[in-house]
Nanobody
């Protein structure tokens, strides 16, 4: 079973940037698509971005497209989320998850398709 640990969150002013990391232990991530999701207080967990197991394909929520970039370094067993031009509405706990299916060619946007969630990292954007 893989364990995922998110890091890199913090408090930033609107317009600022943060880089989140999701590091795995217990199993290699290189054969699994990965996803970033976020959850604000009182709201459901929502899709942010996903990347294929090879890193060749990515998908983004409309709300972050053009501002966020997902990437991965399989040699380091780590997935990243570069967040630029942050807005107060980006405030949430950010989680990463691993696709339940190995070598899945389809990037899904529902949290049920992912597993091994980490504890999350808090991102707070002040106006």
């Amino acid at each position: 079973q893989v364990q995922l640990v998110e890091s890199g969150g913090g408090l930033v002013q609107a317009g600022g940037s943060l880089r989140l990391s999701c590091t795995a232990s217990g199993r290699t991530l290189s054969n699994y698509a990965m996803g970033w999701f976020r959850q604000a207080p009182g709201k459901e967990r929502e899709f942010v971005a996903a990347i294929s197991w090879s890193g060749g394909n990515t998908k983004y929520a409309d709300s972050v497209k053009g501002r966020f970039t997902i990437s991965r370094d399989n040699a380091k067993n780590t997935v990243y989320l570069q967040m630029n031009s942050l807005k107060p509405e980006d405030t949430a706990v950010y989680y990463c998850g691993a696709d339940r299916l190995k070598l899945n060619l389809v990037l899904t946007t529902t949290p049920e398709a992912y597993t091994s969630w980490g504890q999350g990292t808090q991102v707070t954007v002040s106006s």
